[in-house]
């Protein structure tokens, strides 16, 4: 089955694995082809840096939707703008919401209420997906943070019981445990320490959540000869072979521990950062998944 349509019958699709696997570039190019077959695509980051226009070859908006290509829309999402906005839209009047907003025992709440801010990422995501578009693609944190962004409506289900907060994490908690609807896509590369997290993540999140991961993206792979490195080689090809005799080590392993969905390998370009990289990688999720 091609990778892409393990998860183009879902809404939601959330991109995470170990920091610096390339999670970014993965959604941007995920995003894309879902763009290219025709439906409308937020690519949503929630990483205040700010670093996806630079793949998507836009400006930095401040937080604003930004158009990148035809049904590609990107917007680099700031949760506490989402979440003074919900609450100020709560209140009858401008000028109560602009003291209640600058007033340090409101930044107190927000900032120590556990999943707030979680909360305001995913009902973001839920409205978007109600309006104009056919997929979100998040652009997650790193393993732990995406944890607690797929646990957090659950969390704060059972712990607030009444109340407009109850019935928002009611209705946020059965979009991330809906397998029609959300799915999780994890980003690795076939180094040692990121093989370990992410079957790691994939085991925890079946544990906790019952989650399945749908897609497993390796990234960066080094693709051609693999035959072993001799006396007489330069370094410099020594180097690459020695490399790539370790990404089979790691191959294996991640063969044999994953049992989630689909696997593609992405190979390692020699591009830089931006829209030709996005462009190219975004093609193949139209191949063969690998087995």
């Not at 995470?16 to 970014?24: E, I, L, P, Q, R």
């Not at 191959?251 to 992405?266: F, I």
């Amino acid at each position: 089955m091609r990778p892409l349509a393990t998860v183009a019958t879902g809404e939601l699709l959330l991109a995470t694995g170990k920091g610096g696997v390339g999670k970014s570039v993965v959604a941007a190019a995920l995003a894309r082809q879902l763009a290219r077959q025709g439906r409308r695509v937020l690519l949503l980051e929630v990483d205040p840096r700010e670093s996806l226009h630079q793949l998507a070859g836009v400006a930095p908006s401040g937080g604003a939707p930004v158009p990148v290509v035809d049904r590609l829309v990107l917007q680099s999402l700031r949760p506490r703008q989402i979440v003074d906005g919900e609450i100020g839209a709560r209140l009858p009047f401008g000028w109560l919401a602009r003291r209640v907003l600058a007033s340090p025992i409101y930044q107190h709440f927000v900032d120590g209420a556990p999943g707030l801010e979680e909360l305001a990422v995913l009902e973001h995501v839920r409205r978007s997906l109600e309006g104009e578009f056919d997929h979100v693609v998040v652009d997650a944190a790193a393993s732990g943070h995406a944890l607690a962004q797929l646990r957090a409506p659950r969390l704060v289900a059972e712990a607030v019981r009444s109340g407009p907060f109850s019935r928002l994490a009611a209705r946020l908690s059965a979009l991330v445990a809906d397998p029609r609807r959300t799915r999780v896509v994890l980003v690795a590369r076939l180094e040692e320490m990121a093989v370990d997290e992410t079957l790691e993540l994939a085991a925890t999140l079946r544990a906790e959540l019952d989650v399945r991961p749908a897609l497993l993206v390796v990234n960066q792979v080094i693709v051609g000869e693999t035959s072993a490195p001799s006396a007489d080689e330069a370094p410099a090809l020594r180097l690459w072979r020695r490399r790539q005799a370790l990404q089979e080590r790691q191959r294996a392993r991640l063969r044999e521990g994953w049992d989630g969905g689909a696997r593609l390998e992405l190979p390692w370009l020699p591009l830089p950062r931006g829209p030709e990289l996005m462009e190219a990688l975004s093609h193949r999720f139209e191949e063969e998944a690998v087995e």
